[in-house]
């Protein structure tokens, strides 16, 4: 699975490089960052823990013209209703046309 990171951790670290004298000519221009010592400090930046999500609205267990998933609504009465935007840890993205799982 990809890494993630956060935007504003980003910023914050490229802020404070930034921040750091050594970067800066004393006509306030900033010297150039080496990329080697770039490449170590973004390798630094925690990851995000994120998994990816299937919307019900791209579930093969959500049933368009009843809003309800099928799979829970097997388990209970009455029936599991869902939103397009609504999403759960059991989503399976639907088949796409010619077979492929997306």
Known sequence: MSDY?????????VESWLNMDRYFRPNGEHNDIPITELYALLKQ???VDAVPVVRCKDCK?????????SLLSNNYEPPV????????S?????????GDEG
Do not use: M, N, Q, T
């Open 61 to 69: 267990h959500f049933v368009i013209s009843e809003g309800v998933c």
């Open 81 to 88: 209703y869902c939103g397009d935007e609504d999403f759960c």
């Open 45 to 47: 930046i925690p990851a």
């Open 90 to 98: 059991l989503g399976r993205r639907k088949e796409r046309k010619g």
């Open 5 to 13: 990171i956060r935007r504003d951790a980003v910023i914050k670290w």
